[in-house]
Nanobody
Framework: QVQLVESGGGLVQAGGSLRLSCSGR????MGWHHQAPGKQRELVATITAVGSTNYADSVKGRFTISRDNAKSTVYLQMNSLKPEDTGVYYC????????WGQGTQVTVSS
């Protein structure tokens, strides 16, 4: 049962930018998660229904999470990308995730 669809990933050079989108059924608090190759999925950013945000230290100042409830979409603006940002990005309900989507692949070359 697919409820969230991520998109916007791609290949970018270090220092570049990408904007990820997550469309579907949104919940009160939504989060973006990053799964680097061979590692566990980690939470990088959250946003409440009214727009309050929190970020992992690793992305603070570089990534911005936002949402458009009318469009049922959550975004992740990723700037100053680093090779360690490479991986699959997923969005989901926070703190208790619902079904996971397929994610979107981000590859940052050095």
């Amino acid at each position: 049962q697919v409820q969230l669809v991520e998109s916007g990933g791609g290949l970018v050079q270090a220092g570049g930018s990408l904007r990820l989108s997550c469309s579907g059924r949104l919940f009160g608090i939504m989060g973006w998660h990053h799964q680097a190759p061979g590692k566990q999925r980690e939470l990088v950013a959250t946003i409440t229904a009214v727009g309050s945000t929190n970020y992992a230290d690793s992305v603070k100042g570089r990534f911005t999470i936002s949402r458009d409830n009318a469009k049922s979409t959550v975004y992740l603006q990723m700037n100053s990308l680093k090779p360690e940002d490479t991986g699959v990005y997923y969005c989901n309900r926070f703190p208790t995730p619902d079904y996971w989507g397929q994610g979107t692949q981000v590859t940052v070359s050095s």
